[in-house]
């Protein structure tokens, strides 16, 4: 997925290049508002954060032109110092989908930029994660590939629903562990275990592995053909 990053200040712009991408998007980052308007309007973004005061241009200038003149639909999550409700209703009436005032979380731009993603690809009410071939049933927890069911352990659900829901992301050791397990930490091999139990369950005869080891760090969904 990716995303343009329209900030002038470089140490909130630097924070979050490194946090979306070590999240998995692809990031790219303009740091004046001409700038930024040729980019959002040159390129496909699935996602652009916008600062609002901006030099050349502002954020509420950009967003209007976007929507306006470049018809373009894309997510516009505005983050501004500006909390009063006119600002923020302002930002709305210029096309802002969503409004973030600093300081902010890493944790709540990754959470808002996701559903707003999610939205705009009317993926709300989806009940399915999807990667290449294989498919989650999340309401009924059920899994199958290429159209053929594949049972499998909880423990293994709950991994696959955790790579799956971001595909693009390369996850620790520690952090599977401590998403699956909580406080009771497994042994070293425990995780081993369970990813190769994943791994047979997933790949019948003829089909690629989709679950790439990352030595040293950890495991990622990579579908057939990807480079690794």
């Known amino acids: 997925m ?33 700038a930024g308007l040729q980019m959002a309007r040159g390129e496909s973004w699935d996602a652009i954060l916008l600062d609002l005061s901006l030099p050349g241009m502002d954020g509420l200038t950009i967003c209007r032109k976007l929507r306006e003149e470049a018809r373009r ?6 983050l501004t110092a500006r909390d009063a409700l006119d600002d923020k209703l302002n930002g709305f009436v210029h096309g802002a989908d969503d409004y973030l005032v600093k300081p902010f979380s890493l944790k709540e731009v990754g959470a808002r930029l996701s559903a707003l993603i999610k939205r705009y690809r009317g993926q709300v009410a989806s009940m399915d994660l999807r990667f290449a071939d294989v498919r989650l049933a999340l309401s009924t927890m059920t899994v199958d590939r290429a159209g053929h069911p594949v049972k499998l352990p909880p423990k293994c659900l709950q991994l696959l629903r955790i790579l799956m829901q971001s595909p693009a992301r390369t996850f620790t050791r520690a952090e599977l562990e401590s998403e699956v ?5 497994p042994d070293s091999d425990t995780l081993r275990a369970h990813i190769y139990m994943l791994r047979r369950a997933l ?12 030595h040293g760090v950890g495991y ?3 579908a057939p053909g990807q480079d690794a």
């Open 73 to 78: 639909d894309t997510p516009v999550l505005m």
């Open 2 to 34: 990716k995303v343009l990053i329209v900030e002038d200040d470089p140490a909130i712009a630097a924070n979050l290049y490194d946090y979306l991408e070590g999240s998995g998007y692809e990031v790219d980052l303009a740091s004046n508002g001409n």
């Open 220 to 222: 990622r969904l990579v």
């Open 203 to 214: 790949c019948g005869p003829g089909e690629c592995d989709v679950i790439e080891t990352v």
């Open 181 to 185: 397990w909580g406080e009771h930490q």
